[in-house]
């Protein structure tokens, strides 16, 4: 089995800054592609940034220049570092990890973290 732990969500005004941090743990052999998802209340959930295993990123247009993803391999953690956040960024911020373990290779989610930026 394996564990994605969200944390660093929380309340901040436009213009601020927050760091996601979501650890994997359980039987892992290889962590493939990792990613940050949001889905606000009424929406689906999208794509926000994902980061291969050599680092290649890919980030939805809305956060380019203002968010960055990164991945500590040897801690099985990836990161987004967001800046300039906007009201429009509020959601619920979910990590995804694409898991080789020692019986499959499969997606799996965190619980979620709720960002909330007021105006």
């Known amino acids: 089995q394996v564990q994605l732990v969200e944390s660093g969500g929380g309340l901040v005004q436009a213009g601020g800054s927050l760091r996601l941090s979501c650890a994997a743990s359980g039987s892992i052999l290889v962590i493939n592609a990792m990613g940050w998802y949001r889905q606000a209340p009424g929406k689906q959930r999208e794509l926000v940034a994902a980061i291969l295993s050599g680092g290649r990123t890919n980030y939805q247009d809305s956060v380019k220049g203002r968010f960055t993803i990164s991945r500590d391999n040897g801690k099985k953690t990836v990161y987004l570092q967001m800046n300039s956040l906007k009201p429009e960024d509020t959601s619920v911020y979910y990590c995804?990890?694409?898991?080789?373990?020692?019986?499959?290779?499969?997606?799996?989610w965190g619980q979620g973290t709720q960002v909330t930026v007021s105006s």
């Open positions: 995804n990890a694409d898991v080789q373990s020692f019986v499959d290779t499969r997606q799996y």
